[in-house]
Every structure is written in C-alpha cells, then in structure tokens.
C-alpha cells in the first residue's frame, strides 16, 4: 500500500488504512528553529496537549476559528520551543482539525510568539472509540453505542467516539510516506509472550477475555507508527504512541498489562531480530532494520520509579541496548512544583527535575515523568528540555495549574545534531 502526499492535502485510502500525510505550502516564513536552537540541531519532541474534546466535531469547531483560549496558549508553547519534528498526543482524529490547528494557531503568532510552519503533518485513526462489539470490561454488559454506559471499556481503545484522544505529527522535514508504518491493527495475542490479563476469579490462565474477544483485541490503546522523516540525506525513524494509562480496571490489571506491553512494543521493534513477529496494517513483516536511526517519543504513561505502571515498563526502553538515556530532559518548574505540591511527591524515588506531567497530588501519583524522548545509540545528542518554567517565570502563565490552562503535561523535547 502507498501513501502518498500532495500540496492540496489529498486523502489516502489503502487497505483499510486512512491516513492523512499533507505537504502544505504558503505557510509564513519563519526563522529556522535548527538555527535557533545552535550547532545545527534538530529538535525532537513530545507534547500530550489535551486538544482532546468530549464530543465527535467538537475540535474541528474549536479551531475553525483563531480564539480558542487552550488552542492558543498550545500554540504558544510551541511557538517558544519550537520543535522539528513533534508529536501530539491527544488530539482526536480530524485531519481538517490537524489543518486548522496549523493554520488559525501555530501559523499566527501568540502573544508576540513568532509563528511557526511545519510544511508536513501526519495522521491516521486511532483504536480509541471503535466498537469492540464485545464485552471487555466484563460487566455483563455489551456497549455498542457511543454514549452508552461502559462504553469506552468496551472499545477497542477507551474512547467515547472513533479517534478521540488520538495523535498527530508536525514536520519541517518530509515524511517518507511510502515507507511510514502504522500498527492500529495488531493483535495483543499475537506478541508472543503477551502479559494478557487474567480474571482472578477463575483457576484459568489469561483468561480476562474469551478466544472470540481476544481475536478481535488490539494491542495498541491508539496506535504505533513508524514515520521515516528525511533530514537531508539523513533517515531519522520517529516511533510514536501513547500508551494506555495503566489504571482505572481492576485486579485483572487489563490496563496496566497492556501498557506494559504496548511501551515492550518498541523495545522489541529496535531490537535486531527482535521484531520478526510484528506486521503493520499492510501487512508487512518485522521490526526496524539494524542500524536504522530512529527517536522514540511519546506520553508512555509510565514513570521508571513512581506511579502505577507495572515495574520495569518503562525501563524497557530506558535501559534497552540499542538506545541512549544517559541525557534526561529536565526543568527547573517540575523540582519547584513538586516540593510546593508535596503529597505523594514526597515519597517519589524518580528525581522531581525530570518530570513531565503534574498529575493529582493527594489523592493521586503526584507528578511522574510520563512523556519521553528517546534516541538510538549512536545519535549526538546535544541537550534539551521539559517546558515547565517556574512560578515566578512570565511564561509560568502557559503551564499554571489545575484547572490547567494548557495541559497537565508538558512538552519535552530533545536537540540531536546531524551532519547532514
């Protein structure tokens, strides 16, 4: 299956996959973030910026006009960063919302923000809000409509429509569509060594879901993709997703089991011959090629020390042979927001400096680093950060706190530098 991309944002449909890869001209001229961020580097990114919206269309609306306040104050965000390549998670998946949000927002600048173009963004539907058609939750009840009680739980990824809280990438370098990979589709059952949730009710094994359940059962919550982005003669993979948040089930742990394995994904994607049992939705076969460059980004949901993942989830990937974490992105906000906030802050084992969401204190996990940017070994990694600045920081006004006026994650970036 192609994919292709045109200057008029074409539409493509192949093998039942959609996915919306645009190259869009006529965007302001900006600065060149490379330059701005010194020694020729190029900034990678992640930002969970809950553009997510409660309702089917509620976004398109939103951004179909320049005045949305949290539209505004993302873009800004972004703006002052000023990323690359950067990854979105929850923006629920609209393509002409994708467009609008680079278009009334990221393209006009924001409290004296200078505007930024990304001439290619990529997007494709997420598991979220899909009609399972069975009962996942086990609660004696099958929802099929979106609004219905357990509705959510029984989807294909929690959701209340298709595609909320879903993904989408913004790039000042072309995406080799053609190779791009999505991974909506895979099957839980099919990793081989899966953690599938057990009901602790029976003697049986993994039993959670029945065979008919697990036939239909995806491992990704939303979806992974592997997008290949050319920086000159460079091929950088940026390997995306957003785990599920490995709490709200019950003593079966189907959420927490499956961010494990969903974050495991990747780990055995850049392991060399580690991959063989994967396909994407194309239906082609194995992990990444050895040697291959690539980034993992993404609110993985799972702090190394603190928080309810699963222990070792996140270390999968932190200690994996074939990537680098000796660089952790820090911020000067997340040590000050974690002493002022206290609670289960006080008892966390990971340093305060790297974290990256500002989660419920008591009750609750308090602030974790959730989101992370993870290059391959080999990569010159040249620094970068977390946007959380302190209180008495002016642009403190763009983070803020609960009820946040942005999100209550922060954009995490990291400068690699490629001779290209």
Do not use: C
Not at 116 to 131: D, K, L, W
Not at 171 to 196: E, N
């Amino acid at each position: 299956m192609s994919l292709s991309s045109s200057r008029t944002g074409r539409l493509a449909v192949r093998a039942g996959l959609l996915a919306v890869v645009v190259t869009v001209a006529g965007l302001p001229a900006v600065a060149s973030p490379a330059v701005a961020h010194g020694g020729g580097a190029v900034r990678f990114a992640t930002f969970n910026a809950s553009l997510n919206r409660g309702a089917e269309g509620a976004l398109r609306s939103d951004l179909s006009t320049p005045g949305n306040a949290q539209a505004r104050t993302i873009a800004e965000i972004v703006q002052r960063t000023r990323p690359d390549v950067v990854l979105i998670n929850e923006f629920d998946f609209d393509p002409v919302a994708a467009r609008l949000f680079q278009q009334n927002y990221l393209s006009v600048g924001q409290n004296g923000a200078r505007p930024v173009g990304y001439p290619y963004r990529f997007i494709a539907p997420s598991n979220t809000g899909i009609a399972s058609g069975f009962d996942l939750n086990n609660d004696g009840v099958v929802a099929t409509e979106p609004g219905a009680a357990g509705y959510g739980d029984d989807a294909l990824g929690f959701g209340a429509f298709p595609g909320q809280y879903g993904m989408v990438v913004y790039s000042r370098y072309p995406i080799d569509v053609r190779q791009a990979r999505t991974f909506q589709k895979f099957r839980w059952t099919d990793m081989p060594g899966a953690l599938l949730p057990d009901d602790p009710a029976t003697a049986a094994p993994a039993d959670w879901y029945s065979p008919q359940e697990l036939a239909a059962v995806r491992l990704s919550s939303k979806s992974h993709w592997d997008l290949p982005v050319q920086i000159g003669r460079r091929t950088v993979h940026f390997l995306v997703s957003h785990p599920t948040p490995p709490v709200f089930d019950g003593a079966e742990d189907r959420n927490g089991r499956r961010n494990f394995d969903e974050i495991r994904f990747w780990a055995d994607y850049v392991r060399p011959g580690g991959g063989r049992y994967i396909y994407d939705d194309r239906g082609r076969h194995g992990g990444l090629r050895p040697g291959a460059e690539f980034v993992i980004a993404g609110d993985l949901n799972s702090d190394p020390y603190d928080g309810d993942s699963i222990p070792g989830a996140a270390q999968q990937l932190l200690d994996h042979r074939s990537i680098d974490d000796r660089f952790v992105p820090s911020s000067a906000g997340a040590a000050e927001a974690g002493a002022v906030q206290g609670g289960a802050n006080t008892t966390h084992r990971s340093d305060p400096v790297h974290d990256t969401a500002d989660f419920a204190d008591v009750p609750g996990p308090g602030n974790l680093r959730a989101d992370h940017v993870l290059p391959s070994r080999g990569l010159d990694v040249r620094g970068g950060g977390v946007f959380w600045p302190t209180a008495g920081d002016p642009l403190s006004r763009l983070t803020g706190t609960f009820p946040f006026p942005s999100s209550d994650h922060r954009l995490v970036w990291l400068d690699l530098r490629l001779r290209r």
